[in-house]
């Protein structure tokens, strides 16, 4: 599957965009105020966003839950039938750009869009092409008991399991190692 740098930085955005979500009740909130989502804007270099709002940041903390349905569902549809939704309410307007040093690429917001609707829109379609590609599992959440950290499967055979494999698999490693010399111990 051929994924293109436009595409890449759309998936790494709502990748990062759901893990800002607090997993439970004792977890904080990624995005607490417009200045943490003004640094989200700034960390994934998104273009043609005007002053952020309140109102910005209540419409991307909706949208993030939408997206983060998308990589909990169970099959093709299900990811499908939300990715419409959203893009359909952003209001994708397609367009060839060549801005800040990049070569021509697709954005899909309509001029002008709030933050929403142009993560809405160029997420959407990122996350689209893994749907129409037939490669929806690869949008997964890390399987680590304590960790539910949203991840791109971009390993070649579709194995990785894990959001960061020097944190959540290595410490898995570790303690079944650990209870595997318990065990021969014991």
């Known amino acids: 599957m051929l994924i293109t740098h436009d595409t890449r930085c759309a998936l790494d955005a709502v990748v990062d965009l759901v893990n800002t979500a607090p ?6 909130e990624g995005l607490p105020d ?3 989502l003004s640094e989200f804007v700034r960390s994934h270099d998104i273009s043609d966003v005007g002053v952020l709002s309140e109102f910005d ?3 991307v903390r909706k949208i993030r839950g939408r997206f983060a349905t998308v990589f909990a569902a169970q099959d093709a549809r299900s990811a499908a039938t939300v990715i419409n939704e959203l893009v359909a309410a952003a209001g994708t307007t397609p367009r060839l750009t060549d801005h800040d040093g990049y070569d ?12 929403a609707d142009h993560l809405a829109a160029d997420c959407g379609m990122a996350l689209a ?4 590609a037939g490669e929806q599992e690869r949008l997964r959440r890390c399987e680590a008991p304590d ?13 990785r399991r894990y959001c960061d494999s020097r944190t959540c698999g290595n410490r898995l490693h ?12 014991g």
Do not use: M, Q
Not at 23 to 28: A, I, K, L, R
């Open 147 to 159: 960790c539910r950290r949203a991840f791109v499967d971009l390993s070649r055979n579709r194995s």
């Open 34 to 36: 417009v200045a943490a």
């Open 104 to 115: 021509w690429h697709v954005h899909y917001f309509a001029p002008g869009a709030s933050i």
């Open 23 to 28: 997993e439970d009740e004792t977890t904080p």
């Open 57 to 59: 940041l209540s419409a």
């Open 129 to 132: 092409f893994f749907v129409v």
């Open 174 to 185: 570790v303690a079944a190692y650990r209870a595997r010399r318990k065990e021969a111990a």
